[in-house]
Every structure is written in C-alpha cells, then in structure tokens.
C-alpha cells in the first residue's frame, strides 16, 4: 500500500494498492555485462559498443556468447538518462519506484522501452506497475525459470498484496513456462499473457545455422557461415531451446533427399518426433555440424577466419543439444498455465520449414564426398521469426483461455507497437475482472 501524491508538496495523497505486472522479453532483449561489471557483453541501447561487438572476431565472440567462459549479468541502470524518469504529469510518477528500481535496465530500451512506458500508462491509473524481469540469454531456459521464480519471490512480492501477471514476448515464454512448470511459480502468478512465442521452436532457428544464413546485423554479430554460426552461436543454450522440438505443429518442417539418408552417421533416416537425434548426427549431413571438422581444435569459419578450441566448442554444442531435449522432450513439454492469453503476429515473411538436397560431384571419373545444401521456405503465416504456427499451438490446450492475432510490423518491433500494447493492457484487465489473486 502507497499514497499517491494529489499536491505538488506531497503532504496530501491518497492510499492506492499497487498491483505488479513483470515483462519478460526475449533472446538477446536483456542487456548483458561481465559479472565483475568491467565491460559489457550485450548491450542494443549502446551504438558504439555494438559496432565494436562487430568488429570482433568469429573466436571472441564465441567466447564472449558462452556464459561459462564469460560469466554475466544484466546491467541496473537504463542507458539513456533522458528514459530514466517519466514525463511531468505522469501517473507513473506516482508509484514511488523509479524505473531503475522496477529492474528496467536489465531490458533494452531499443526493443522493449516503448512498450514497458505504453502498459504502464495504460494501467498506472489502475495501480498497476510494470517490473522487467532481464535475464543472461544466454544461459538455459530451465536456469533462468528458476531465476524468474526467485526475483518474483524476492523482488516483487514484498512490493504488494497481490500476485503479479506475467507478460512474456518470444523467448521470454519459454522462460516463463519453464518457470511455472519445473520451479514451482504457477500459484505465484495471476496470469501469463504470452506474445509472439515459439512455443516448440521455429524452423529458422535449425536452418540459420545448418545454412549458414543470419540477416542484417547479425550477419556480423552472430556470424556468416554455416561454421561461424554454429561456433558463434555454441554456449548459447536458448538457441537450441528454440529450434523445433518433437512437439512442433508442423510435422513435416523438415524435408530430405533420401539420397542423404545413407551417408549419415548413424544411418537415416531421422523422424521428426525424435529432432535432437537429427541435431546431433555426426557427419553433419542432417546434423548440425560434422563433429569431425572440430577435432583439429582450430577451425576455419570462412575467409580465414578462425575459432579455437573447437573440441571445446562441440562438447558445449552438444551439451546444449542435450538441454534443449531435457527441456522439450522431459520437463516443460506442453505446459500451459491455467489462466494463460496468446498475442500471435502474422502477414509478414516467415522461414516455415527447410529441405535438404544431396549433391555429389565428380572429378575425372571419380565420385567426390557428398555434400548437403538447403533451402529455407517461407510464407506469409508468421511475424518474420515466429511461424503462426508455433505462436498459436497452445489455443488448443485447455488453460489457453484465447487471445489476439496482430499484424503490421515484424517480431522484433512488435512490443513497442500501439496495437500490442493495447491487446496487453486488455488482457490484462480480462486476468483482472476474472480474478484478483492475493498473496
């Protein structure tokens, strides 16, 4: 219970029950720094330090994405002073705790600021108040679930009588199921509204890094090859989390040349409903990579561009392998919370699935090694990372009390668009008018 001040002294306010809401966003929307604070990591709000991330090479950033060689953290403080404070006139104003106290920093503001301040002027009228809840993406789901459950425990309960409703974008659902369903936290929420989730992952996230394809960007922050990709992307355990799991709706995500099938180790084929086994074939025809190129413990990325320790590399790539299935395949399935709300993006041009073409050349007479390239398939029924598909597969489930489908603008815009913003703040309302959940 706090007063909200009705003069400009102060001396005369009126006692409001503040209600939480935690933002929970998704992979690479946390900003990140070295745990003992020296540098950064991650950091969108930064240019200059961006472009420097870029600058680096395939084998410092491996390092540097791999949370067990750079152990970090999110960072306090909002990067620009000017978002640090509401405007005059604010009801936000009100609350008592400024930005930074409700953990705003730990987000980026590039990708979540417009749409933390739109919720929060939409409900502080009401009492409610937004927290961001940033976390190390890097890191696996299952441990930063656990770390959601604490800071909900730790940091928001003490702060009000009532328990808070979770609203999730991508990656940040899977957090949060993983939250609710391994760590004990679905009797601590009132309510998830989950918006644009890969519930059971995306297509894209298996055939960026089997085809070597990143836009934009990421072209240079993550990497340019099949091979950057994979050593770039290896101790980022979140990664594997989103590529589709047994679970994936669509049950043919994946098309491949029988010719393949025979130059596999173990030989193929690999059915869909066990994804991990194909994830992990080891001579890279369906596989991620081919485990032997790793053993020579340096390998050439592409235009002599070099990552070491690849021995290393591989034991965490497949290590994460092994987590994605614990994840999927074991411990949060299809898990939806009882009072769960959907927003699902789509008309935008989304990687659905991919297919795999044998090719084998000859030289004089003579049959070369085989080798795999692929094909990314797209369609309109996604928000340019999510297929709808994924986003919309727990309307189905009996928790899944519905939602809305949005379009206009593309996964990564899609929290600080005026139209999702609304759609939260009704679905807020709706966990609210059914139920006000006390501790």
Same mark, same amino acid.
């Given at each position: 219970? $706090?007063?909200?001040?009705?003069?400009?002294?102060?001396?005369?306010?009126?006692? +409001?029950?503040?209600?939480?809401?935690?933002?929970?966003?998704?992979?690479?929307?946390?900003?990140?720094?070295?745990?003992?604070?020296?540098? +950064?990591?991650?950091?969108?709000?930064?240019?200059?330090?961006?472009?420097?991330?870029?600058?680096?090479?395939?084998?410092?950033? !491996?390092?540097?994405?791999?949370?067990?060689?750079?152990?970090?953290?999110?960072?306090? !403080?909002?990067? %620009?002073? /000017?978002? +640090?404070?509401?405007?005059?006139?604010?009801?936000?104003?009100?609350?008592?705790?400024?930005?930074? /106290?409700?953990?705003?920093?730990?987000?980026?503001?590039?990708?979540?600021?417009?749409?933390?301040?739109?919720?929060?002027?939409?409900?502080?009228?009401?009492?409610?108040?937004?927290?961001?809840?940033?976390?190390?993406? $890097?890191?696996?789901?299952? %441990?930063?679930?656990?770390?959601?459950?604490?800071?909900?425990?730790?940091?928001?309960?003490?702060?009000?009588?009532?328990?808070? #409703?979770?609203?999730?974008?991508?990656?940040?659902?899977?957090?949060?199921?993983?939250?609710?369903?391994?760590?004990?936290?679905?009797?601590?929420?009132?309510?998830?509204?989950? !918006?644009?989730?890969?519930? @059971?992952?995306?297509?894209?996230?298996?055939?960026?890094?089997? @085809?070597?394809?990143?836009?934009?960007?990421?072209?240079?922050?993550?990497?340019?090859? @099949?091979?950057?990709?994979?050593?770039?992307?290896?101790?980022?355990?979140?990664?594997? *989390?989103?590529?589709?799991?047994?679970?994936?709706?669509?049950?043919?995500?994946?098309?491949?040349?029988?010719?393949? /099938?025979?130059?596999?180790?173990?030989? &193929?084929?690999?059915?869909?409903?066990?994804?991990?086994?194909?994830?992990?074939?080891?001579?890279?025809?369906?596989?991620?990579?081919?485990?032997?190129?790793?053993?020579?413990?340096?390998?050439?990325?592409?235009?002599?561009?070099?990552?070491?320790?690849?021995? +290393?590399?591989?034991?965490?790539?497949? %290590?994460?392998?092994?987590?994605?299935? $614990?994840?999927?395949?074991? *411990?949060? $399935?299809?898990?939806?919370?009882?009072?769960?709300?959907?927003?699902?993006?789509?008309?935008?041009? !989304?990687?659905?699935?991919?297919?795999?073409?044998?090719?084998? /050349?000859? &030289?004089?007479?003579?049959?070369?090694?085989?080798?795999?390239?692929?094909?990314?398939?797209?369609?309109?029924?996604?928000?340019?990372?999510?297929?709808?598909?994924?986003?919309?597969?727990?309307?189905?489930?009996?928790?899944?009390?519905?939602?809305?489908?949005?379009?206009?603008?593309? @996964?990564?815009?899609?929290?600080?668009?005026?139209?999702? #913003?609304?759609?939260?703040? %009704?679905?807020?309302?709706?966990?609210?008018?059914?139920? #006000?959940?006390?501790?």
């Amino acid at each position: 219970m $706090r007063g909200v001040p009705v003069t400009r002294d102060g001396r005369q306010s009126l006692s +409001r029950e503040w209600w939480p809401v935690v933002l929970v966003p998704g992979i690479m929307g946390s900003r990140l720094e070295k745990a003992d604070g020296s540098d +950064r990591i991650w950091d969108p709000d930064r240019t200059r330090f961006m472009l420097w991330l870029m600058a680096q090479s395939a084998d410092a950033r !491996t390092r540097l994405y791999n949370p067990r060689l750079t152990p970090g953290r999110t960072m306090g !403080t909002i990067y %620009d002073a /000017d978002n +640090r404070t509401p405007p005059d006139g604010s009801l936000e104003l009100g609350i008592g705790r400024s930005r930074n /106290d409700r953990n705003w920093g730990s987000v980026s503001w590039t990708h979540y600021g417009a749409g933390a301040a739109g919720i929060q002027n939409d409900i502080a009228s009401e009492g409610g108040v937004v927290w961001c809840f940033g976390y190390d993406w $890097r890191r696996s789901n299952l %441990d930063n679930g656990r770390l959601l459950k604490e800071f909900i425990d730790n940091t928001v309960r003490p702060t009000s009588p009532i328990k808070p #409703i979770i609203v999730t974008h991508s990656m940040g659902g899977l957090v949060t199921r993983a939250a609710c369903a391994v760590n004990g936290m679905e009797s601590m929420v009132a309510g998830i509204i989950h !918006t644009m989730m890969p519930t @059971h992952g995306a297509a894209e996230a298996y055939g960026s890094m089997k @085809h070597g394809s990143m836009s934009g960007p990421f072209r240079f922050l993550v990497g340019n090859s @099949h091979l950057e990709i994979a050593c770039v992307s290896s101790g980022v355990s979140g990664m594997f *989390q989103l590529m589709p799991s047994q679970l994936y709706p669509n049950r043919s995500w994946l098309a491949v040349d029988s010719r393949i /099938d025979p130059y596999c180790v173990p030989a &193929a084929p690999y059915p869909l409903t066990d994804p991990y086994r194909l994830y992990r074939e080891t001579k890279g025809m369906v596989g991620l990579v081919c485990h032997e190129t790793f053993n020579a413990d340096v390998v050439n990325v592409g235009g002599n561009t070099y990552v070491n320790n690849t021995r +290393r590399v591989l034991r965490t790539l497949l %290590d994460n392998i092994d987590e994605a299935e $614990r994840y999927h395949s074991q *411990q949060v $399935r299809d898990y939806c919370h009882p009072r769960t709300w959907l927003i699902a993006g789509t008309d935008e041009t !989304t990687v659905v699935s991919a297919a795999l073409q044998f090719h084998q /050349d000859t &030289a004089y007479g003579v049959a070369l090694n085989p080798y795999v390239t692929g094909d990314l398939n797209e369609s309109s029924e996604g928000d340019a990372t999510v297929p709808l598909s994924s986003a919309r597969v727990l309307e189905n489930h009996a928790n899944c009390q519905g939602g809305f489908l949005v379009s206009g603008f593309v @996964h990564a815009e899609s929290t600080n668009q005026p139209t999702v #913003i609304n759609a939260i703040g %009704d679905l807020i309302r709706r966990i609210r008018a059914e139920s #006000i959940d006390r501790w």
